[in-house]
């Protein structure tokens, strides 16, 4: 294994704990990483951007926060940080060549009618196939000199949220060429640095379209520079579940979603008739769940008109969900904030123009929060046509990754940091584990058929509770069942709890994998 050429794309979150997993078994990926720092989203995201997910649950098995780190939230900085000592402590930093952007990739060696063919993944279900295939990564450095780079597995961690912004379309003299003033993604906003955004929107008539975290932190930015004389304007097309913390009339709700009993009450991908039975019979508690948790944090949405028309259990199995930014209900108060509810909107010269209101949202600066075209970004990387068509399915299914981490009729890769949980680092770290079990020969992938079956079941699931959004691949609701496949992969025992009332009821978290070791 050692001897084999791994390239891991990408420094964030993922690829940082993939090289680390790698390095464990004895292989030394090259790292390549289009930034010049490490850490991905935490590394450029506005200063005031928060963990969404508790501290507890966004930290490696093995690597826990530094003590100094007190915070149920850390900042970006403390993420940040953090990512970095472990990159450090791990060996990983030496790995990252950064200012490497992969430009594109492309599979040789095999035809590319053999590879369409093939009914085992990568033509006999292992990591680096029969030996002929390779990948060849053209990669840019900061001037764009390019040089190929050759690899025998390539992991993508190029992650869903930058890079290619999600910019709505309008009609003809209706988009940002009718407006007169400047308009942006929250991703440059972001770029540009705390001091130079800030100076950006001072004395600005500011509106950020959007509802969710980025939108949500560059709003409350824009409100603290410059407060109610000029108020930041928020267009909102879907209310969504903002919440200040995880805990509802006082009681932790991750007791009543991330345990096993919780997953129970779930229609599970590939589950018998028993699994079945339970989770129909249990609906009804399912409901009532979610109805507790909506009691609770609807109060101060009512105010505002705010509250959402989907269920909080449907916004957990979406994974949108957001933490509000400290003082947000605060600000919309004051009037710092101003919400425009809209299902549509369009440009004009002075500004923004929603439904229901005659004249447009003056406004000087228009901020897309918008989120992003994460699929698309992984459809570029590849140079071949067929591996584009093929790459992230058409949109009526899902992203066809089985495990969440390969598609079956792409040889020697892996993706991942597509799918998402609720607690994202942990989940790229039994993802990273996994994977690095597969490339080491620990273990071979089913046929390619009995891949996509599987893709199929878990495709089932997310249109049952996610409807529109199922492409989100959000597996935050059913982690543990998701871990335990992972973990039987491995060979390794599932059940990491002690005793039966701890493993039903117990919040299942990073810690109860810290001593997962496959053999
Ligand atoms: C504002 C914000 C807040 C969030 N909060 C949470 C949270 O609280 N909890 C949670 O679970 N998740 C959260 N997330 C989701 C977050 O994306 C994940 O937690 C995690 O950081 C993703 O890591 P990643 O490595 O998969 O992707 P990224 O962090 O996006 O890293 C991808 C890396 O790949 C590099 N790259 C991309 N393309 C190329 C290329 N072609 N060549 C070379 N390098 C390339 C990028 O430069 C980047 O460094 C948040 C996301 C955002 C944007």
């Not at 935490?42 to 530094?66: I, K, N, V």
């Not at 308009?183 to 509106?207: F, L, P, Q, S």
């Not at 071949?384 to 068509?389: R, T, V």
Request: net charge neutral; proline share 5%.
């Amino acid at each position: 294994m050692e001897k084999k050429r791994v390239a891991v794309v990408g420094a964030g979150v993922s690829g940082l704990t993939a090289c680390k997993h790698l390095l464990e078994r004895g292989c030394r990926p090259a790292v390549f990483e289009a930034d010049k720092l490490l850490g991905g989203v935490w590394a450029r995201a506005p200063d005031c951007t928060s963990l969404q997910s508790e501290r507890p649950m966004y930290q490696f098995s093995d690597f826990p926060w530094p003590e100094s780190v007190t915070e149920v939230f850390p900042d970006r900085r403390q993420v940040a940080d953090y990512l970095d000592a472990y990159a450090r402590h791990f060996g990983v930093l030496d790995c990252v060549r950064f200012g490497r952007r992969v430009v594109g990739m492309e599979y040789v060696g095999v035809g590319e009618e053999e590879v369409v063919e093939w009914e085992e993944w990568a033509g006999c279900g292992e990591a680096f196939g029969s030996g002929e295939g390779e990948w060849r990564l053209t990669v840019a450095d900061a001037e764009d000199n390019m040089e190929t780079h050759v690899a025998d597995f390539v992991v993508l961690c190029i992650g869903r949220f930058s890079g290619v912004p999600n910019i709505p379309t309008f009609p003809q003299g209706k988009g940002p060429e009718a407006f007169d003033g400047q308009v942006i993604h929250t991703m440059d906003y972001a770029k540009m640095g705390t001091k130079k955004a800030n100076e950006m929107v001072k004395g600005k008539r500011v509106t950020v379209i959007g509802y969710l975290k980025s939108a949500l932190d560059v709003a409350a930015e824009c409100a603290d520079v410059n407060g109610t004389e000029y108020p930041c304007t928020m267009v909102v097309r879907t209310k969504h579940w903002i919440i200040p913390s995880y805990y509802a009339w006082g009681f932790p709700i991750s007791n009543l979603y991330l345990n096993r009993f919780s997953e129970f009450l779930i229609h599970k991908p590939g589950e018998g008739f028993l699994l079945c039975l339970l989770a129909t019979i249990l609906t009804p508690l399912r409901w009532l769940f979610s109805k507790f948790a909506e009691s609770y944090y609807s109060i101060p949405m009512k105010k505002h008109d705010m509250v959402p028309e989907h269920s909080f259990f449907e916004a957990l199995a979406t994974c949108l969900i957001a933490i509000t930014p400290k003082d947000h209900y605060k600000r919309l108060d004051e009037g710092s904030i101003v919400l425009k509810k809209s299902k549509t909107f369009s440009f004009c010269k002075e500004g923004v123009v929603v439904e229901g209101e005659s004249s447009p949202i003056k406004s000087d600066i228009v901020i897309f929060g918008t989120g992003f075209k994460g699929d698309q970004k992984i459809t570029n990387m590849f140079t071949s046509e067929y591996f584009q068509s093929i790459a992230v399915g058409p949109i009526s299914s899902t992203v066809p990754l089985y495990r969440e981490c390969i598609h079956p009729k792409i040889p020697q890769l892996a993706v991942l940091g597509y799918s998402e949980s609720l607690a994202n680092l942990y989940t790229a770290e039994i993802r990273g584990k996994w994977l690095a079990h597969l490339i080491d020969g620990g273990f071979r992938l089913p046929s390619v058929k009995a891949m996509q079956g599987d893709i199929l079941e878990w495709e089932k699931f997310m249109k049952r509770y996610s409807r529109v959004y199922f492409r989100r691949s959000c597996i935050g609701l059913l982690h543990i069942w998701y871990n335990d496949q992972l973990c039987q992969d491995m060979g390794c025992n599932p059940r990491r709890k002690n005793s039966i009332l701890a493993e039903l009821f117990e919040v299942y978290g990073p810690r109860d994998y810290v001593n997962l070791h496959p053999k």
